[in-house]
């Protein structure tokens, strides 16, 4: 009754309207007002459409991702619409005369339909070939920012897997799309596919049988992939963003550490109008590259390789880039063979096939591993700068080592044709640097990272170099610095180091021996793999900031009392450390 009294109110005032106009009320505001009646609009749009966005390039890669999967719907539509996912065999009488008369699926004459009799047709494929290699490609760099600056941390360890799930899922789709048109060379990327699945012990068998119905390559595949990558895949993925967003907007996004930013506020642009405006000229920026690259860069030209063929291969045969690290790992893999039961076991191929979603696994539950070894349960809202965690930043650079050397392997002949070297002393190298490259490139950035540390120290201690010289009174010459702004201060300073977990004396007070747990053993050790003494850097303290300048007298008593009284803040903030795994209050 209140609702409808309520109702008839504003139908009432509707008719006279308001204060200073006569006559009803517009037709849009009383649409307007009947929705918010119902839907809450009003209430939920003012509760959000000021929503605060960081102002950083960085952030950029996660709508790059967002804008190049909404192109990838948009073109895909178009292309279902004339696609025909059918294995029957035909023979070609089309446009492109040289496959004239040739044998071939009905899947690959539509493809050549596509790109040479619908209007559009090829650009269209084009720009959705292009589009999901940038979706994968921003999908990555996009998770490596992420990773580097610690954005995974709670309360966001489930939108790294969101994050991780949709990668995962992106390459298959993109495998699965890769194979629709049945050409020569998709046609040898899903042999290579049905080879791993036979190297499954026991089972590997029935797998492939009920994947391609049959027999390789059967007459079932390319029906089955076109469901799989057209509904289920993209279906999947699309509730998954929207569920990414969702915790985007929930948990509000992180941010740089810098002047006015901390743990419980941000610091940005609201959504409206100022990031719905950038926000929407930056979809159409990317859509028009993407336009751009599909109109004058081929990708895919399917008529050149021709209809797939069980008994032939396209000379350098290579898979989309985001596949070169599962090619790369059998490539370069021994041949090994065992004999186990009456079955025989292909561990040149099973080992790294089994290698390429464990690797994706660690990195889906490094959050949670990260979080048991410090004991760390607070939220964290400002990111880290990667040279403050090397050995994060070193884990996170080794494999990206890890991913170009097996890239090296999985075109192996490509490198081989192009830089006139043997193909086996490429693949021996590959060997070799699979297990070198990425401890070496770990050393390396973690060196580096503490050598940025101990110049951010020298930097706080010394302040910014001037380029004057200046003459002592006994003939000494000395360059002028000047302090750092407090901003600078901040930025250098604001990071915390905690103290890595100890398991503590063996025997208490009274002698009784402490029962310890290989679970604890395990966490100790990593934890001073992570924060121990050879892994950071100990940053200025108060101490020794006012010893510093007064010894060197090298500014005036206003920078001196600011840069300290930021550095007693900060040291304040460093005494909440992590002792035992526990927060200490």
Request: aromatic content about 10%; glycine content about 12%.
């Amino acid at each position: 009754m209140d609702g409808a009294r309520a109702e008839n109110a504003a139908a009432g005032a509707g008719d006279s309207g308001p204060a200073g106009r006569a006559g009803p009320a517009p037709r849009g505001e009383r649409v307007a007002d009947w929705v918010d009646g119902r839907l809450g609009v009003h209430s939920l749009a003012k509760a959000n459409m000021r929503k605060v966005f960081p102002d950083h390039p960085s952030f950029l890669l996660g709508e790059i991702c967002l804008y190049s999967f909404v192109v990838l719907l948009l073109t895909g539509v178009y292309l279902t619409l004339f696609f025909e996912p059918s294995m029957v065999e035909v023979v070609y009488d089309g446009s492109y005369e040289p496959l004239n008369g040739v044998l071939m699926t009905r899947a690959f004459e539509s493809t050549l339909e596509i790109s040479f009799d619908v209007r559009g047709g090829l650009l269209i494929r084009q720009i959705h070939h292009w589009a999901a290699l940038v979706f994968v490609t921003g999908m990555l760099v996009h998770m490596m920012r992420v990773f580097f600056t610690g954005a995974y941390r709670k309360p966001r360890e489930i939108n790294w897997l969101f994050g991780w799930t949709l990668l995962f899922l992106g390459i298959i789709t993109g495998l699965t799309g890769y194979s629709l048109p049945d050409d020569l060379l998709s046609g040898t990327g899903v042999r290579f596919a049905q080879g791993a699945i036979l190297s499954i012990p026991v089972v590997g068998t029935y797998i492939s049988f009920f994947l391609f119905g049959g027999e390789f390559p059967g007459t079932d595949i390319i029906s089955r992939f076109f469901p799989i990558h057209v509904l289920l895949l993209p279906g999947i993925m699309l509730g998954l963003i929207v569920a990414h967003l969702i915790l985007i907007v929930y948990h509000k996004h992180t941010q740089y550490p810098g002047p006015g930013k901390d743990q419980k506020s941000v610091v940005g642009m609201p959504f409206l109008p100022v990031y719905m405006a950038k926000a929407g000229g930056f979809f159409f920026l990317v859509f028009a590259v993407l336009t751009v690259m599909g109109g004058i860069a081929q990708i895919n030209p399917v008529w050149a390789f021709g209809p797939y063929r069980p008994d032939l291969v396209t000379t350098g045969a290579q898979p989309d880039w985001y596949l070169g690290f599962s090619e790369g790992l059998i490539r370069v893999m021994p041949g090994w063979e065992i004999n186990l039961g009456g079955h025989t076991l292909v561990l040149g191929v099973f080992i790294p096939f089994s290698l390429f979603p464990l690797i994706l696994l660690a990195i889906g539950v490094y959050p949670f591993i990260e979080a048991w070894i410090t004991g760390d349960k607070r939220e964290h809202h400002l990111l880290d700068r990667p040279r403050n965690t090397p050995v994060r930043t070193g884990l996170g650079v080794a494999w990206l080592s890890l991913y170009a050397v097996l890239l090296i392997g999985g075109g192996n002949d490509i490198v081989a044709t192009h830089l006139h070297l043997s193909i086996n002393s490429i693949t021996w190298f590959v060997r070799v640097a699979v297990f070198v490259v990425p401890v070496l490139a770990f050393l390396l950035t973690k060196r580096i990272c503490l050598a940025l540390q101990h110049r951010d120290r020298d930097k706080v201690l010394h302040g910014r170099e001037t380029g004057t010289i200046k003459r002592l009174p006994h003939g000494e010459y000395v360059e002028i610095h000047e302090p750092l702004p407090q901003d600078q201060l901040f930025a250098l300073t604001q990071h915390e180091q905690p103290r890595a977990y100890e398991i503590g004396p063996r025997e208490d007070a009274r002698g009784v021996r402490r029962r310890v747990t290989v679970g604890q053993r395990v966490r100790a050790r990593l934890a001073r793999s992570l924060y121990g003494p050879d892994t950071q850097i100990p940053k200025p303290t108060p101490e020794e900031y006012r010893e510093h300048q007064d010894q060197h007298g090298q500014h005036g008593q206003q920078g001196h009392e600011t840069g300290e009284g930021h550095l007693d803040h900060q040291g304040d903030e460093e005494r909440q450390e992590l002792t035992g795994g526990e927060q200490r209050q």
